[in-house]
């Protein structure tokens, strides 16, 4: 936000006085000032009947208005500035709706909106994402790393989320089961995306903790999470542990495929993603995970034919 500090000459509110009474009136321009809107819209919306000044010099033409009306006016730019016609508004005034109703309709409103702003930055992050994988491709394929993981106990619950239910919720749900209250517990936690791609309509989905074979954790339901006992077997995984929060999967993911083509090898399972530091709370980038991809080295046929 910037200020305007320029010097003007001129007063910055001129009251004006009514003849009639002892009403405080300000002029258009500056009522325009204190709703911070133009002369031009308050000239609008008084020629359709919409927000019409408190009174109307008949000599001059001149428009006032008083402070009283502000919460009128305020709520009329509200509705406009939450994409609502002003046809609606009117009927809105019109029909004298409740402050409950238009409350309701502006809190619908907003959560669409919100939902549309956190849609485009996704989308914007993404291009960033792509662009960086682009700049920086030789740079992030030298940052995977392989490493032999061995085989681990696996503590975790697996669902497969439809498109209206939220990864997150999940997530979390199962997070608050495994740690109890205890984030600072032995044993990392690991999500594995069971699905072959990206699927428009589900998202298989397990989240679990490896621990030793000594450590014990009741498999009760909580809160409708089942979590099962199991293994998981060991690996050679290229990994990658992206250095940026935002569509940080994209970066790795990319990274690790130039990196598995460049040297020969196959994929061999399902992606898992391991928190080397967990995120505080819903809405939360500041953690940090490691993008592992169980690989096998490609064999190589031999053309004879070819050595011929």
Not at 258 to 271: C, R
Request: aromatic share 8%.
């Amino acid at each position: 936000m910037s200020l305007d500090l320029r010097v003007t000459s001129r007063p910055i509110l001129k009251i004006q006085r009514s003849r009639s009474n002892e009403n405080i009136m300000y002029s258009i321009g500056e009522y325009a000032r204190i709703a911070q809107v133009s002369k031009r819209l308050l000239r609008y919306y008084d020629e359709i009947g919409l927000f019409q000044p408190i009174k109307i010099e008949r000599e001059s033409g001149h428009r006032y208005y008083s402070a009283t009306q502000l919460p009128e006016l305020n709520r009329i730019l509200a509705l406009k500035d939450l994409g609502i016609s002003l046809n609606q508004i009117q009927r809105f005034v019109r029909d004298d709706i409740s402050p409950t109703e238009i409350q309701g309709m502006l809190s619908l409103r907003k959560a669409e909106l919100e939902q549309q702003v956190l849609e485009e930055l996704q989308r914007i992050r993404t291009i960033e994402s792509r662009l960086k994988q682009i700049q920086e491709r030789d740079s992030l394929v030298k940052d995977v790393i392989v490493k032999q993981v061995p085989e681990q106990r696996f503590v975790s619950a697996r669902k497969v989320l439809s498109q209206v239910e939220s990864p997150d919720d999940f997530f979390w749900a199962v997070l608050n089961v495994l740690t109890q209250g205890d984030r600072g517990s032995k044993g990392k936690m690991t999500i594995i995306f069971h699905e072959d791609g990206i699927e428009s309509d589900y998202i298989d989905m397990e989240f679990g903790k490896s621990l030793d074979r000594s450590s014990r954790l009741a498999l009760a339901n909580h809160n409708g999470i089942t979590l099962t006992d199991k293994s998981l077997s060991s690996a050679t995984m290229a990994t990658f542990v992206p250095q940026t929060k935002d569509c940080s999967k994209l970066l790795g993911y990319n990274a690790i495929a130039s990196w598995v083509e460049a040297n020969h090898y196959d994929l061999a399972g399902p992606v898992r993603l391991v928190f080397l530091e967990l995120p505080k709370q819903p809405g939360d980038d500041d953690y940090v995970m490691e993008i592992q991809f169980p690989v096998r080295k490609r064999e190589v046929e031999l053309n004879l034919q070819s050595l011929n």
